[in-house]
């Protein structure tokens, strides 16, 4: 007899296991299907345990950095075993919150592969034996695996994926990184920062490309003021693994075909959606370019079949897939939510300096049509930047000109992945300069930028 609930949830990454708990808070009775760690991910393997290597890395540049502040520090150095076990450590105290999350919502744990057999149907596998589960609703949170370069896969000793690159045997003495999104420039920056000779190869002409162009060309210079070199508009066309090391071949923006050795490959160009041997072909679930397509609710064209994540459109980020998870759980419920506006999700580069944004980049609102109005307020006018010894970033915010509606916000420097929210906040309820102006900032703080940068979008900046 196989075991019956309301719903059921097939992965329990960021997307999944909150979907899971909001439909259990609606009173439905839920089952959550896992083939490896609760968490998924973006817990166990992405967003929080490259935070703690970040955070790492970070102390260490403060340690070789002391004098600045006036400290000594003598002879810095690091244990990698120990990085990478704190790391880790974090990972598996989250993995062991979300275990008891799921007791907590009297949420069914099934362990194993789980395919969709048929309409409101699945089976699980694992060791050998089958459980058999039916629902009136399914949803699909499998997320997502990263993208293999098709001439040269990761062998997780030389050429490495994000996860590989979590758990370093040994520390890289010359890294490339292939592919400058937040994933390659978060391990670009960790690496840099811990020692290593960092090289990033980016296809497009800029890095950071889906951030503003002032954003990215003023990382570009951040990054290679630190020691990193830069190839834009460049592509890796031959890439071998030895004993040693790695062999490069790049082509360069010039055409020019450049052979480089380095001690270890980094690829991060992208992701494949997790929808093969899950049972989709079958039951004529549509797609595009491999993920899920969905309503904004969350439905496929599948009746009782739901799909969230990364599986789906992007953007491909976790807070985005948790969202898109409360919003089908509660339209499965029939709690009538309502539909997310993705030009309100923040999107955030935990390098050093870092990177967020929310909302469209000044090119894409002129491309729209928009007569705008831009503010620019930089990091060198702060007293708390000054004082903590980062000064160097600005914020940039678009307001459209005859409405005064903020359009979007842009920011590099530190901790700006903590700011962002709260022009996130300002766009979802679609205020407008004139809230901002009028709104009362905490003196000394960062967050006296965000005013005036808004500010000076209208000619009032106070401090630049």
């Not at 093969?276 to 009782?304: C, F, Q, S, Y």
Request: glycine residues 12%; contains cysteine.
């Amino acid at each position: 007899m196989a075991d019956t609930y309301d719903l059921i949830v097939l992965g329990s990454g960021p997307g999944g296991y909150v979907a899971a708990i909001r439909a259990s808070q609606l009173g439905l009775k839920v089952a959550i299907v896992e083939r490896e760690n609760l968490g998924g991910i973006c817990l166990n393997w992405g967003c929080i345990p490259t935070k703690a290597l970040l955070r790492t890395s970070e102390i260490y540049h403060y340690m070789t950095h002391a004098d600045a502040y006036g400290l000594t520090v003598d002879k810095p150095g690091f244990d990698l075993a120990k990085v990478v076990k704190r790391s880790r450590g974090v990972a598996g105290q989250l993995n062991a919150g979300v275990k008891g999350l799921m007791k907590k919502n009297k949420i069914t744990v099934v362990e194993g592969n789980g395919t969709i057999t048929a309409k409101g149907k699945l089976t699980v596998e694992k060791d050998g034996k089958t459980t058999e589960l039916v629902a009136k609703d399914i949803i699909i949170a499998t997320g997502a695996r990263a993208r293999d370069l098709p001439f040269a896969k990761a062998d997780g000793i030389r050429i490495w994926t994000y996860r590989h690159a979590m758990v370093p045997a040994e520390m890289p003495t010359k890294l490339l990184v292939i592919g400058s999104g937040a994933i390659g420039v978060e391990f670009a920056s960790f690496y840099s920062d811990m020692g290593a000779e960092v090289t990033i190869v980016e296809m497009l002409p800029r890095i950071l490309p889906v951030e503003d162009e002032e954003v990215s060309a003023f990382m570009e210079k951040a990054l290679t003021k630190q020691g990193m070199t830069i190839l834009t508009g460049a592509g890796v066309e031959k890439l071998e693994a030895g004993a040693k090391g790695v062999t490069a071949a790049i082509k360069t923006k010039d055409g020019k075909v450049v052979t480089g050795e380095y001690s270890h490959a980094i690829v991060a160009v992208g992701i494949v959606p997790n929808t093969e041997n899950i049972g989709l072909e079958a039951l004529g679930v549509k797609t595009t370019k491999g993920h899920i397509d969905t309503d904004p609710m969350g439905r496929t064209n599948v009746a009782g079949l739901w799909a969230i994540g990364d599986v789906t459109a992007p953007p491909w980020l976790a807070h985005k897939a948790s969202h898109e998870g409360v919003i089908a759980a509660e339209a499965i419920a029939g709690k009538h939510p309502h539909a997310m506006d993705k030009r309100n999700i923040p999107g955030c580069t935990y390098s050093r300096p870092q990177v967020a944004s929310v909302g469209l980049t000044e090119a894409k609102a002129r491309e729209e049509g928009y007569e705008l109005k831009v503010g620019k307020f930089p990091f060198i006018g702060n007293g708390k930047a000054i004082a903590l010894g980062e000064a160097e970033g600005f914020i940039k915010t678009v307001f459209d000109a005859k409405t005064g509606e903020l359009l979007g916000a842009h920011m590099v420097g530190a901790e700006v992945t903590e700011l962002i929210e709260g022009y996130t906040v300002a766009k979802q309820l679609e205020t407008t300069e004139a809230e901002l102006m009028d709104t009362v900032f905490p003196h000394p703080t960062l967050s006296e930028m965000m005013h005036e940068s808004v500010l000076s979008a209208y000619g009032r900046a106070l401090h630049f």
